[in-house]
């Protein structure tokens, strides 16, 4: 049976999975690495783990099957800087680290930031890779004079591989070197921040072909692939204008597909190139999303299962009476590009339990993906209904809050494997499986289940999005 692959290079571990033609999961395989944290705020890895890791899990889904192409995605602005011989010369430093606040605003500074934006659809955040570059030039210098290539993290097990130096449009759009607009790098940005472009690899579309595996007995086509939210929106079937991804992951994001590029004037959301050629994407991130339930459980009712607490919030009714939870665990990126925002509950009474609590926490992060959602909108986008996915779409109540929430449908797929799943799609493009994207969104991607809006609620869901909406200046630090 021919199969397709589809490798997904995680901040906790990676995700290797094989496909059918038709979509179904033959195997999956996943292998776990540490994550360093050597100063407050710091974030690193060892790209080595990377590739051990995904050697490995490639090669068990990989086992006795016609693997007809490989897709890759991974997690997106890691900085990985090799030597010219393409050794690791540091740890990569990963999105979620936050050294870099300095060289944001040098960066905001040197290009201004309406041409920043304009550029590259993104004002400059300590997640993203460009600033990163400038930190290494300012504090270990001897580490930047070393630099000869710079690669992100799919692609740095792409070149262990197969061999190749590339990266794909979507994926480069978070370096914050990108011309979005052109699919193509910046000179504009990059003669401003004084890199050299010779350090970065081409760019492809992520459907295209950028190496061949030779860990197996014939050359087997790796797709450029891509970022890992790009991914998954395509393994949920977003690979036009209309549907909607949203994800209830530790973040949350609510991402639409746009048949243009266009961005938001204060770069509220992403602009990003779309894992579809010729498409692009506007993108709204909530740092904590299913985080913030996770955060619940463990300070709150350490070791009581999830359905339980979920349980408990469906005994309360929408609005918990007045009680209101901010979701700014970590800071928060959209709309509010604020590391030092937190997180509260507001309007408490003694009658509120355990399960109103968490009632008002599956509404508070409904509320934040309300507030991404809006803005895409702003953008173009139409949305008539929208693909869940991440832990938290398992739970149906708070699917059904959401959909209350966005006023437009749910569906969920028959597949929760998300990124690794949508870089299947592209490896079985790469490898002439699928005719294109299109083709292996038709042909793979199947709803499961659709969750209305409940009506009967959507009039206090929208009157309760606005007091939550004038919440975080309120409170604001």
């Given amino acids: 049976m021919t199969a397709i692959a589809g490798l997904d290079v995680g901040t906790t571990g990676v995700k290797a999975i094989a496909l059918s033609a038709e979509g179904e999961v033959l195997a999956t395989a996943s292998r776990g690495y540490p994550l360093a944290t050597p100063r407050p705020g710091w974030a690193e890895q060892d790209p080595e783990d990377w590739w051990g890791a995904a050697e490995v899990a490639l090669?068990?889904?990989?086992?006795?099957?016609?693997?007809?192409?490989?897709?890759?995605?991974?997690?997106?602005?890691?900085?990985?800087?090799?030597?010219?011989?393409?050794?690791?010369?540091?740890?990569?430093?990963?999105?979620?680290?936050?050294?870099?606040?300095?060289?944001?605003?040098?960066?905001?500074?040197?290009?201004?930031?309406?041409?920043?934006?304009?550029?590259?659809?993104?004002?400059?955040l300590p997640g993203f890779t460009a600033p990163k570059l400038l930190w290494l030039r300012r504090h270990e210098p001897e580490s930047y004079a070393r630099i000869a290539r710079v690669l992100l993290p799919k692609d740095y097990v792409r070149l262990r591989l197969t061999g190749e130096r590339a990266t794909d449009a979507s994926d480069a759009s978070g370096t914050l070197l990108l011309d979005v607009g052109r699919r193509a790098w910046s000179d504009d940005v990059l003669d401003a921040l004084e890199l050299p472009r010779a350090w970065l690899p081409p760019v492809l579309e992520s459907p295209e072909p950028a190496g061949a595996s030779g860990t197996v007995s014939h050359a087997i086509p790796v797709a450029a692939g891509a970022g890992d939210q790009p991914a998954a929106a395509v393994g949920v079937g977003v690979d036009r204008p209309g549907p909607l991804s949203v994800v209830l992951g530790t973040s949350g994001v609510v991402l639409a597909a746009l048949p243009a590029y266009a961005h938001e004037p204060q770069a509220r959301v992403h602009s990003f190139c779309h894992a579809v050629p010729e498409m692009w994407q506007a993108m709204g991130v909530m740092l904590s999303a299913a985080g913030s339930l996770q955060w619940f459980r463990d300070a709150l009712a350490p070791a009581v299962p999830f359905e339980q607490l979920v349980a408990e919030a469906a005994a309360w009714p929408p609005g918990?009476?007045?009680?209101?939870?901010?979701?700014?665990?970590?800071?928060?990126?959209?709309?509010?590009?604020?590391?030092?925002?937190?997180?509260?509950?507001?309007?408490?009474?003694?009658?509120?339990?355990?399960?109103?609590?968490?009632?008002?926490?599956?509404?508070?992060?409904?509320?934040?993906?309300?507030d991404s959602f809006d803005l895409v909108r702003l953008l173009g986008a139409a949305p008539t209904v929208a693909r869940v996915s991440g832990g938290g779409a398992r739970s149906r109540l708070w699917c059904q809050i959401v959909a209350s929430v966005l006023g437009v449908p749910l569906e969920r797929t028959e597949s929760e494997e998300g990124s690794a799943f949508g870089a299947a799609l592209l490896g079985g493009v790469a490898g002439g499986v699928f005719a294109d994207v299109h083709d292996a969104v038709a042909r793979c991607v199947r709803v499961s289940e659709t969750i209305e809006p409940d009506p009967a609620t959507q009039p206090l869901y929208e009157d309760l999005h606005h007091r939550y909406q004038a919440l975080y200046p309120a409170l604001a630090i």
């Fill in 59 to 124: 090669a068990e889904v990989s086992e006795g099957r016609d693997i007809a192409g490989i897709g890759l995605s991974g997690q997106m602005h890691g900085l990985v800087v090799l030597d010219s011989t393409d050794r690791v010369i540091r740890p990569a430093i990963l999105w979620n680290d936050q050294r870099t606040a300095v060289e944001c605003r040098e960066i905001e500074e040197r290009l201004g930031l309406d041409r920043l934006i304009g550029l590259t659809g993104n004002r400059a």
């Fill in 320 to 370: 918990v009476d007045g009680l209101t939870f901010l979701p700014y665990l970590q800071g928060e990126r959209t709309p509010h590009a604020d590391p030092d925002a937190r997180g509260a509950f507001v309007g408490l009474e003694l009658r509120h339990d355990r399960g109103a609590l968490v009632r008002a926490v599956l509404e508070g992060v409904a509320f934040g993906l309300r």
